[in-house]
Each structure stands twice: as structure tokens, then as C-alpha cells.
């Protein structure tokens, strides 16, 4: 029988190959990918929105990761592009569908939207283009579960497009309303809402969003926890109007009067009456922080309102969008105030064992200096000399370099936070937080993201390429953990914001003869260092411990007299950490913006105070700054 | 192996005398503060850390050019050099043959050349272990630091064979050669330079190629053949000069 090796060897290479191809684009494609981009396929451009991966699975249980990648930077950004990758694990039951939400934030739509489904035995992937999606306004979404919301000319005349969406399709992510205008309510149920969805929704009103709750006869649903704590007023019930004069004269003069007009009944808790008819709040509104809340307690889903002919105007008006309000610049940051920072010995010696390597340097000179000593007075032998050289050097070289790379005190890597909180209404703040994280060896870190900051976004590298930049995003458990590698002595700048509760109330009045100012601290942490510039005046106001309450008058008087010898320059004043001098200097009030000209400033260092960026890893040293500022303008003749 | 009455010679005069502890200390002298003050004082630009992230590569390169340095004048007999009996009565007189000659300055070469190493080790190997640099490449710096001083130092025996008795000349000779070595030949072809391929070697980055009547030569061979011929001839022409010394 013959028997050739060349044969046998392809049939059993052949065979397997065979069967494996026939296969395996069978068992791929049992996994298909639907995705739902925006808000019902709608974004806005340049803004951050949501995506919905569902992941529909027609074979066996399998497991894998989600991935959404989009690319950032590059172009007329003036830096080098980079991905930033969003990820999630699914295990996907057999014959079942199971979804995934990221928010993406792509730096343009001319690169598509790749996202892919990977795991042991089946890879899918299927590119989008954003193109076809995006909307140059931001969206004004619809929660109702009332088929009356067709007839709303919500949109009428305005650029905005009207999405509605059910209380499910709210996103669990604050970041993911970046391109909302408004929320508008109108006979919604939030009962099914879960926490996440709540505070994303708290956050970015907070932030700045615009809730509008428009009235309904069903006004029980106004009732509800869920909703009530976004109203102004408490709902008791529901009452008819013969005639709403307010409403008629501010928004139907030229319509036919209102007669016979169902409203909600309420109380005033928060904000003010805009109009209102028999002591009812008929129009109210209340800020929460840089948000607005509008309520209308009409009911314009029904006739007699749904056909009136100044309802367009009256939602002309609800949706306006407020105007900006002034803040103060944020804090400046990029490589070389992070470099300047990084080079400071208070923060050097963090990370770099200058002590230890003087001591090592120092022991080392010394016992050479000894065995010379003991050679030249014939104290030892030649072998002994040796011997003892060797000894020294080995010992020296072996236990330094356990010491210095596996010891000591060098941390793989330094996260350091600078956070500059701006006072806003009702107790709250807005926080910009800088971030760096300085590495000393390479190795990938996992940053996470507080609840409640929003806009965390990574600083691009000049000097880095597209895969040194890349960035996952892994979205687990409602806290997202940003994943990023760093070589050794290589470091990575973010950015990120938040608005929440921080009562520390700063008021400052100016008298005929005198200007005051009222610190109350009320919330759980000291204030320290905290300084007062006013023009030609630079006062330190010691500390202010959590709990307090201080108040120092300034003479108007003397202030002019001592003008000329204290300038309020910041750059004069000294802390007790040099770093806290330098944030000062470079970060948040950088040489470009100047010393706050014109107005007071107030601010202080808050001890342990709100930090949205942290790595859970011992070998990682955490720096965190947190500073408060007030700025007062001042009156054209004070300055 | 033997290496006979002239490796005798030159250790008694260097080590058991202490004459060559001058050398040792001078390197330790310099070498310590660099090391120190790179890791120390603050870096001079936003993107090229001169501090701890370029500790090794400081060091490795202060290391490489006092070591070398040394190397040729501890070569070149600077060190006590009324101490040396002349090459001619060693050849002629004591009836010491060429090669063995040969080996035992090879030989002394190797083993101070072996000592300036051990004695900065700690110091590098310290550096090394704060840059966060690969063990791989700590070994590769050492065998090219041993590699350029023995390459140089050949040199300085070259120059110790060819003038023996005009001192002036070889000192002037072996501190040109170190020069143009280490600061001139980076004008002629950077790779060439061992300092340029030093800091390439350690920063991971490829060096422009030599095109030579169009052909292409990677950057690495034309280091390593540039030193082996410096060596080579070095080698050679102390060898001629020796043999010159006998005929005479």
C-alpha cells in the first residue's frame, strides 16, 4: 500500500479548514447589531448624545463586548486625532436581545460611528454614518405618555426639532442631554424612573437645562414624587377659570378671549409667579443652579387652549432660551502649566526619591573613601581589598535597584486634581476640575468618574500618536471608568465639570461708607487661606472652618488711603503649599486673563473638597487642590 | 593565562601603589553630582524632561564620556608615568615578546576599563531602576560603555607605542582623538557618534540610515563597523609601533 505523507498531510489540514469555514460565518451571523443613534435618530451636532446598541442574539448564550469607537481631535482642532473607545460586557441569552446606552461625543461626522459586538465565536461590526442623524439645533424632547402631544405647536417657527420620548428612553447619563434644549412634561408618569435617569436628568438641569412642566386635568400625575420635586409649586387640584386676563393680555391680545378654562390649582414652594389669576400660580418659574423650571398649569393638550390662537406664541416664549449668564473665565490648563506644576520640589518629591538616592550616593562615597583609607594604611589585604570593593559594589547596585524600583516611595503614578468651584444660586456651585495623571511607569490606568460630573474630556497630545491618545470608555455598574496607557514618565491631562451642592454663601454689599462681606460656610468642609482683593486692597481672612459665619467690613476710606502701598496683585500672595501659589498663577487666574480688574474677588482653599476624577489604586499618589473664588463687579466709580 | 612582569607592573603602580585611585576618584567626582543634579534640578522644557525620565540617559552618557576619557589616558600611562619602565627595555632588555606585550596592556586596558565601570555601576544602575529603563537595556549600556573605552582606548596605547618618549604629543594626541570621537564625529554622520547612538539606543529611536554611492546602510551596522575599524586600527597600529620599537 503507498502512502504519501504530502496527501495525508492536506486531508488533515484540509478537512478542519473546511468545516471551520463552512461554519463559522453561520455561527457569526446569528449575532446582529441594531443601533439607535440620538434621541429617534436625531443629535445635535458638535454636542455629546446617546446611543443605543442592542445586541440580538438567534443562536446560543454568548458572551462579548460591546463597542462603540468614535475618533476626536485631529483637523483644525490642532492636534493629532485619537479614539476613544466605548465598551461594555453582555452576556446575551440564546434567542434573546439585550442593549447597551453609551453617550459618544465624536469630534466630527465625517468619520462613521463603528460599533461592533465581539466575543469567543461571533464578531460583528457595522459602521454608521453620523451624517444622515445630526440636527445643527439642539432638540427640545417631549416626555408624555398622552397621544394629545401631536397637537402642541411646541416647534412652531423655531429651529429646533421635537422629539417625544417615553420616561424609559431618558438617558441614565447626565452628558448624554448635552445637545437638549428643553424637557418639556406633559402628562408624564416618572414613577418608572430609575435613579440614574432622575439624576442625570437633576444634573444637567443643574448644569443649565430647561424644564418646562406644562399642566394637565390629570392632575394627580403632578402629584407624584417623582415629579413634584422638579415643580415650583405643590399641585392640590384642579379648578375652571371663567377668563384668564394674565394669559390673554401677555400672549392673545389679538385672539379670542379665553372663556371656561380648565388649570391646576397650586401653592408657590420655590421661585415666583409669572402670572396669576385669583392668587393661582398660572406661570411660575424657579432656577435650580444655571437651570430653569418653567410650569404652566393649563392644560394645552385639550380644547378650549389646544385650538387657541396665542398658544404658539405662549410656547414661543416658554421655550426661549435664557440668555448666558456671566461667569468668570475657567481655569486655564494645558502642558505647560502642567509641566510648570510637575516641576515644583513640593510635588517632585512626591514622586522622585531625591532624599534616598542623596543618602545611597552619599553611603556609597563614604565606604570607597573608607576602603581607600584602610589600602593606604596598609590596613587590609589585596584580597581582602577586592573582596570588600566587589561586596560594596554589588550590595550597592543590588539593593539600590530593589529599592528604588520594586520600594521606596516612588508611586507608579500621580493623579493630580485642581478643581475651582464658582458660587451659583440656591447653594450650589459649578466645578471645573483639571486633571493630570503623571505616570512613572508604563502601565494602563482606570480613571472613574463621580456621579454627577459631566464633560469629562481628555486634552489631546501634540506630541502623542493616535494610539498613544486612544481612550476606553467602560460604562459598568453607572459609574464610567476611563481607561488610558501612559509610558513611563509620560503623563495625560482630562478636563471635567459638575454642578452640585455646595452651600457656601459669599455676599458682598457696597454702603455709602464701607463695602461688607458675609461668608457663611455651611457646608462639611474648612476653608482655609481664604483672601479678599479688592482694588488696591489685598486682605487675608484666615480660615473659615465648616459650620461659620464671618463678616468683615471694609472702609471705603481706607482702602483709598492704603491704595498705593497694597496692590491687589494675586501674584504677591504666599501659601503654605507653593503648589496652591502656582495653581493660583498659571491655572485659574492666568497671566492672559489678568488680575480681576474692577471687581472684588474672594477665595479660599477647601480642604478635601469635591474631586470628580479618582484612580482606585494604591500605587497612585493623589494630589487634590480645590479652590472657591467669588468675583463682585464693582460700580464705574469704585474702580 | 600568563600576562607576565608588564600587567605585574602596571597593576603594582595603579593599585597596589594607589597611583591609579586618582583616576577613580576623579570619575566618582564628576560623575556623582551629574547624576545627582539631573534628578534633582528641574527640567529646562515643557517636553524633554531632564529630570528623572532622562536620569539613565544623563548618566549612561557622563559615564560613557568620563570613562572613556579615562580609559585613554589610563592607557596612555599619564598616571604616574615615571613609574613605567620604557617599552624599549621591556623588548629589548627584559626580553618581553610583542604579544605578550600586547596582551598584558590589553589586559590592563581591560581590567581598569572593567574597574571605572564597577565603581559608577551603583550610581547607573540606581538611575536606571528611577527611569523605570528595561534590565535588557542596562546590560546593553554597560557592554557599549566597555565596547567605546576599549575601542579608544587602543588609542591611547597606539599613542603610548608610537611616542613614548615625547609625553606632549600624546597627551595632545589622545584628548584630540577624544574630541573629535565624542563631540566632531556627530558633524561627519550623527549615527557615528557614540553619545547620538547612546540616546538613540536608549530612547527607542531609529537613526538615519548612510547612503553610501546609493547604497543604503542601517544606521546601527555603520555604528558598530565604524568602531570595530577603530579598534581595528588602533589595535594595528600599535602593534606596527611596537615592532618599530624592536627593530630600532
Redesign the interface.
Given at each position: 500500500m503507498s502512502f504519501s505523507i504530502t496527501k495525508a498531510a492536506l486531508a488533515f489540514c484540509l478537512r478542519p479548514t473546511l468545516i471551520l469555514l463552512l461554519f463559522s460565518p453561520l455561527y457569526a451571523a446569528e449575532v446582529t447589531l441594531d443601533v439607535q443613534i440620538g434621541f429617534h435618530g436625531l443629535f445635535q451636532l458638535d454636542r455629546p448624545f446617546p446611543i443605543k446598541i442592542e445586541v440580538v442574539n438567534q443562536g446560543p448564550p454568548v458572551e462579548g463586548t460591546v463597542e462603540a469607537a468614535v475618533w476626536k481631535g485631529g483637523g483644525a482642532k490642532g492636534s493629532g486625532a485619537f479614539a476613544v473607545y466605548h465598551r461594555r460586557r453582555l452576556l446575551v441569552g440564546a434567542g434573546a436581545r439585550k442593549s447597551a446606552s453609551f453617550t459618544i461625543d465624536p469630534g466630527s461626522i465625517s468619520r462613521p460611528l463603528v460599533v461592533s459586538f465581539r466575543g469567543p465565536g461571533s464578531s460583528v461590526s457595522k459602521e454608521i454614518d453620523l451624517r444622515r442623524y445630526f440636527a445643527p439645533a439642539p432638540l427640545i424632547l417631549l416626555l408624555t405618555e398622552s397621544n394629545l402631544s401631536a397637537v402642541f405647536p411646541l416647534n412652531s417657527g423655531a429651529a429646533n426639532p421635537l422629539v417625544a420620548v417615553s420616561p424609559e428612553e431618558l438617558p441614565s447619563d447626565a452628558r448624554a442631554y448635552g445637545g437638549v434644549a428643553a424637557v418639556v412634561f406633559y402628562e408624564p408618569s416618572l414613577r418608572e424612573l430609575s435613579g440614574a435617569q432622575s439624576g442625570a436628568l437633576e444634573a444637567w438641569l443643574a448644569s443649565g437645562g430647561k424644564v418646562i412642566v406644562l399642566g394637565s386635568m390629570h392632575y394627580a400625575l403632578y402629584q407624584e414624587s417623582a415629579l413634584a420635586r422638579f415643580l415650583p409649586v405643590r399641585v392640590t387640584g384642579l379648578r375652571n377659570f371663567s377668563a384668564l386676563p394674565g394669559v390673554q393680555k401677555a400672549y392673545g391680545q389679538s385672539a379670542p378671549p379665553l372663556t371656561n378654562i380648565p388649570a391646576q390649582v397650586s401653592t408657590l414652594v420655590e421661585g415666583t409667579s409669572v402670572i396669576e389669576e385669583q392668587g393661582i400660580p398660572i406661570l411660575a418659574q424657579a432656577s435650580r443652579a444655571k437651570g430653569k423650571i418653567l410650569y404652566l398649569a393649563l392644560d394645552v393638550g385639550r380644547p378650549p387652549l389646544s385650538r387657541w390662537e396665542g398658544l404658539p406664541r405662549l410656547f414661543r416664549d416658554l421655550l426661549a432660551s435664557p440668555g448666558e449668564s456671566p461667569t468668570a473665565p475657567p481655569p486655564a490648563w494645558d502642558?505647560?502649566i502642567f509641566?510648570q506644576l510637575l516641576?515644583n520640589p513640593s510635588l517632585?518629591s512626591s514622586?522622585?526619591?531625591?532624599r534616598a538616592?542623596?543618602a545611597?550616593?552619599f553611603f556609597?562615597?563614604t565606604g570607597?573613601g573608607f576602603l581607600?583609607w584602610l589600602?593606604?594604611g596598609r590596613r587590609l589585604s589585596?584580597r581582602a581589598l577586592g573582596v570588600s570593593?566587589?561586596s560594596i559594589?554589588i550590595f550597592?547596585?543590588c539593593g539600590?535597584?530593589l529599592?528604588?524600583?520594586r520600594g521606596g516611595n516612588?508611586p507608579d503614578g500621580v493623579l493630580l486634581t485642581s478643581t475651582l468651584l464658582e458660587p451659583l444660586p440656591d447653594g450650589y456651585v459649578e466645578a471645573s476640575s483639571n486633571v493630570a495623571l503623571f505616570s512613572?511607569?508604563?502601565r494602563e490606568y482606570d480613571l472613574v468618574l463621580e456621579s454627577g460630573w459631566t464633560d469629562f474630556e481628555p486634552l489631546a497630545r501634540r506630541?502623542a500618536g493616535a494610539e498613544d491618545n486612544g481612550l476606553v470608555v467602560e460604562e459598568e455598574g453607572g459609574r464610567p471608568r476611563f481607561r488610558t496607557s501612559l509610558k513611563?514618565?509620560d503623563y495625560r491631562l482630562f478636563r471635567a465639570r459638575s454642578v452640585s451642592r455646595f452651600p457656601v454663601r459669599v455676599e458682598f454689599e457696597t454702603q455709602p461708607n464701607k463695602r461688607v462681606l458675609k461668608v457663611a460656610n455651611q457646608s462639611a468642609r474648612d476653608l482655609t487661606e481664604c483672601w479678599m482683593i479688592l482694588p488696591g486692597e489685598r486682605v487675608s481672612l484666615g480660615d473659615i472652618p465648616s459650620g461659620s459665619v464671618r463678616v468683615r467690613e471694609f472702609p471705603l476710606a481706607a482702602a483709598a488711603a492704603d491704595g498705593r502701598a497694597a496692590q491687589g496683585d494675586l501674584r504677591e500672595i504666599l501659601f503654605n503649599d507653593p503648589m496652591r501659589a502656582l495653581l493660583l498663577r498659571y491655572s485659574y487666574f492666568p497671566r492672559e486673563q489678568g488680575r480681576p480688574v474692577g471687581a472684588a474677588l474672594f477665595f479660599g482653599w477647601v480642604q478635601g473638597g469635591p474631586r470628580g476624577v479618582s484612580v482606585e489604586d494604591e500605587r497612585v499618589s493623589a494630589r487634590d487642590f480645590t479652590l472657591i473664588r467669588a468675583l463682585f463687579p464693582l460700580g464705574e466709580e469704585e474702580e | 593565562m600568563r600576562l607576565g612582569p608588564v600587567f605585574r607592573e602596571a597593576v603594582e603602580i595603579h593599585?597596589?601603589e594607589?597611583h591609579g585611585?586618582a583616576v577613580?576618584f576623579y570619575l566618582?567626582i564628576l560623575l556623582?553630582p551629574v547624576?545627582?543634579l539631573t534628578?534633582?534640578l528641574?527640567?529646562l522644557d515643557?517636553?524633554v524632561?531632564v529630570?528623572?525620565?532622562q536620569l539613565f540617559k544623563v548618566s549612561a552618557v557622563a559615564a560613557m564620556i568620563l570613562i572613556v576619557y579615562f580609559s585613554l589616558r589610563v592607557a596612555n600611562q599619564e598616571f604616574a608615568p615615571w613609574r613605567f619602565l620604557p617599552l624599549r627595555r621591556w623588548l629589548v632588555e627584559r626580553k618581553v615578546t610583542l604579544a605578550e606585550m600586547a596582551r598584558a596592556h590589553l589586559a590592563i586596558l581591560s581590567l581598569q576599563i572593567l574597574l571605572l565601570i564597577?565603581?559608577s555601576?551603583?550610581?547607573l544602575?540606581?538611575a536606571?531602576?528611577?527611569?523605570?529603563v528595561r534590565t535588557g537595556a542596562m546590560i546593553s549600556v554597560f557592554l557599549l560603555i566597555f565596547f567605546y573605552a576599549l575601542a579608544y582606548g587602543v588609542w591611547g596605547l597606539a599613542a603610548l607605542a608610537l611616542w613614548e618618549r615625547k609625553s606632549e604629543i600624546r597627551q595632545v594626541f589622545v584628548r584630540a582623538l577624544f574630541i573629535a570621537a565624542m563631540f566632531v564625529s556627530a558633524a561627519l554622520y550623527l549615527p557615528l557618534n557614540p553619545i547620538a547612538f547612546l540616546l538613540s539606543f536608549l530612547g527607542e529611536k531609529e537613526m538615519a540610515p548612510l547612503v553610501v554611492l546609493g547604497r543604503r546602510w542601517p544606521a546601527d551596522a555603520a555604528h558598530f563597523i565604524f568602531h570595530i575599524l577603530v579598534l581595528g586600527s588602533g589595535w594595528l597600529t600599535y602593534r606596527r609601533a611596537l615592532g618599530k620599537e624592536i627593530d630600532s
Amino acid at each position: 500500500m503507498s502512502f504519501s505523507i504530502t496527501k495525508a498531510a492536506l486531508a488533515f489540514c484540509l478537512r478542519p479548514t473546511l468545516i471551520l469555514l463552512l461554519f463559522s460565518p453561520l455561527y457569526a451571523a446569528e449575532v446582529t447589531l441594531d443601533v439607535q443613534i440620538g434621541f429617534h435618530g436625531l443629535f445635535q451636532l458638535d454636542r455629546p448624545f446617546p446611543i443605543k446598541i442592542e445586541v440580538v442574539n438567534q443562536g446560543p448564550p454568548v458572551e462579548g463586548t460591546v463597542e462603540a469607537a468614535v475618533w476626536k481631535g485631529g483637523g483644525a482642532k490642532g492636534s493629532g486625532a485619537f479614539a476613544v473607545y466605548h465598551r461594555r460586557r453582555l452576556l446575551v441569552g440564546a434567542g434573546a436581545r439585550k442593549s447597551a446606552s453609551f453617550t459618544i461625543d465624536p469630534g466630527s461626522i465625517s468619520r462613521p460611528l463603528v460599533v461592533s459586538f465581539r466575543g469567543p465565536g461571533s464578531s460583528v461590526s457595522k459602521e454608521i454614518d453620523l451624517r444622515r442623524y445630526f440636527a445643527p439645533a439642539p432638540l427640545i424632547l417631549l416626555l408624555t405618555e398622552s397621544n394629545l402631544s401631536a397637537v402642541f405647536p411646541l416647534n412652531s417657527g423655531a429651529a429646533n426639532p421635537l422629539v417625544a420620548v417615553s420616561p424609559e428612553e431618558l438617558p441614565s447619563d447626565a452628558r448624554a442631554y448635552g445637545g437638549v434644549a428643553a424637557v418639556v412634561f406633559y402628562e408624564p408618569s416618572l414613577r418608572e424612573l430609575s435613579g440614574a435617569q432622575s439624576g442625570a436628568l437633576e444634573a444637567w438641569l443643574a448644569s443649565g437645562g430647561k424644564v418646562i412642566v406644562l399642566g394637565s386635568m390629570h392632575y394627580a400625575l403632578y402629584q407624584e414624587s417623582a415629579l413634584a420635586r422638579f415643580l415650583p409649586v405643590r399641585v392640590t387640584g384642579l379648578r375652571n377659570f371663567s377668563a384668564l386676563p394674565g394669559v390673554q393680555k401677555a400672549y392673545g391680545q389679538s385672539a379670542p378671549p379665553l372663556t371656561n378654562i380648565p388649570a391646576q390649582v397650586s401653592t408657590l414652594v420655590e421661585g415666583t409667579s409669572v402670572i396669576e389669576e385669583q392668587g393661582i400660580p398660572i406661570l411660575a418659574q424657579a432656577s435650580r443652579a444655571k437651570g430653569k423650571i418653567l410650569y404652566l398649569a393649563l392644560d394645552v393638550g385639550r380644547p378650549p387652549l389646544s385650538r387657541w390662537e396665542g398658544l404658539p406664541r405662549l410656547f414661543r416664549d416658554l421655550l426661549a432660551s435664557p440668555g448666558e449668564s456671566p461667569t468668570a473665565p475657567p481655569p486655564a490648563w494645558d502642558e505647560a502649566i502642567f509641566s510648570q506644576l510637575l516641576l515644583n520640589p513640593s510635588l517632585t518629591s512626591s514622586y522622585v526619591p531625591v532624599r534616598a538616592f542623596f543618602a545611597g550616593t552619599f553611603f556609597y562615597l563614604t565606604g570607597l573613601g573608607f576602603l581607600t583609607w584602610l589600602w593606604q594604611g596598609r590596613r587590609l589585604s589585596g584580597r581582602a581589598l577586592g573582596v570588600s570593593f566587589l561586596s560594596i559594589v554589588i550590595f550597592s547596585s543590588c539593593g539600590g535597584y530593589l529599592y528604588f524600583n520594586r520600594g521606596g516611595n516612588i508611586p507608579d503614578g500621580v493623579l493630580l486634581t485642581s478643581t475651582l468651584l464658582e458660587p451659583l444660586p440656591d447653594g450650589y456651585v459649578e466645578a471645573s476640575s483639571n486633571v493630570a495623571l503623571f505616570s512613572t511607569l508604563r502601565r494602563e490606568y482606570d480613571l472613574v468618574l463621580e456621579s454627577g460630573w459631566t464633560d469629562f474630556e481628555p486634552l489631546a497630545r501634540r506630541a502623542a500618536g493616535a494610539e498613544d491618545n486612544g481612550l476606553v470608555v467602560e460604562e459598568e455598574g453607572g459609574r464610567p471608568r476611563f481607561r488610558t496607557s501612559l509610558k513611563e514618565w509620560d503623563y495625560r491631562l482630562f478636563r471635567a465639570r459638575s454642578v452640585s451642592r455646595f452651600p457656601v454663601r459669599v455676599e458682598f454689599e457696597t454702603q455709602p461708607n464701607k463695602r461688607v462681606l458675609k461668608v457663611a460656610n455651611q457646608s462639611a468642609r474648612d476653608l482655609t487661606e481664604c483672601w479678599m482683593i479688592l482694588p488696591g486692597e489685598r486682605v487675608s481672612l484666615g480660615d473659615i472652618p465648616s459650620g461659620s459665619v464671618r463678616v468683615r467690613e471694609f472702609p471705603l476710606a481706607a482702602a483709598a488711603a492704603d491704595g498705593r502701598a497694597a496692590q491687589g496683585d494675586l501674584r504677591e500672595i504666599l501659601f503654605n503649599d507653593p503648589m496652591r501659589a502656582l495653581l493660583l498663577r498659571y491655572s485659574y487666574f492666568p497671566r492672559e486673563q489678568g488680575r480681576p480688574v474692577g471687581a472684588a474677588l474672594f477665595f479660599g482653599w477647601v480642604q478635601g473638597g469635591p474631586r470628580g476624577v479618582s484612580v482606585e489604586d494604591e500605587r497612585v499618589s493623589a494630589r487634590d487642590f480645590t479652590l472657591i473664588r467669588a468675583l463682585f463687579p464693582l460700580g464705574e466709580e469704585e474702580e | 593565562m600568563r600576562l607576565g612582569p608588564v600587567f605585574r607592573e602596571a597593576v603594582e603602580i595603579h593599585l597596589v601603589e594607589g597611583h591609579g585611585f586618582a583616576v577613580y576618584f576623579y570619575l566618582m567626582i564628576l560623575l556623582a553630582p551629574v547624576v545627582f543634579l539631573t534628578l534633582f534640578l528641574p527640567s529646562l522644557d515643557t517636553q524633554v524632561w531632564v529630570g528623572p525620565a532622562q536620569l539613565f540617559k544623563v548618566s549612561a552618557v557622563a559615564a560613557m564620556i568620563l570613562i572613556v576619557y579615562f580609559s585613554l589616558r589610563v592607557a596612555n600611562q599619564e598616571f604616574a608615568p615615571w613609574r613605567f619602565l620604557p617599552l624599549r627595555r621591556w623588548l629589548v632588555e627584559r626580553k618581553v615578546t610583542l604579544a605578550e606585550m600586547a596582551r598584558a596592556h590589553l589586559a590592563i586596558l581591560s581590567l581598569q576599563i572593567l574597574l571605572l565601570i564597577l565603581l559608577s555601576a551603583p550610581l547607573l544602575i540606581w538611575a536606571g531602576a528611577i527611569a523605570r529603563v528595561r534590565t535588557g537595556a542596562m546590560i546593553s549600556v554597560f557592554l557599549l560603555i566597555f565596547f567605546y573605552a576599549l575601542a579608544y582606548g587602543v588609542w591611547g596605547l597606539a599613542a603610548l607605542a608610537l611616542w613614548e618618549r615625547k609625553s606632549e604629543i600624546r597627551q595632545v594626541f589622545v584628548r584630540a582623538l577624544f574630541i573629535a570621537a565624542m563631540f566632531v564625529s556627530a558633524a561627519l554622520y550623527l549615527p557615528l557618534n557614540p553619545i547620538a547612538f547612546l540616546l538613540s539606543f536608549l530612547g527607542e529611536k531609529e537613526m538615519a540610515p548612510l547612503v553610501v554611492l546609493g547604497r543604503r546602510w542601517p544606521a546601527d551596522a555603520a555604528h558598530f563597523i565604524f568602531h570595530i575599524l577603530v579598534l581595528g586600527s588602533g589595535w594595528l597600529t600599535y602593534r606596527r609601533a611596537l615592532g618599530k620599537e624592536i627593530d630600532s
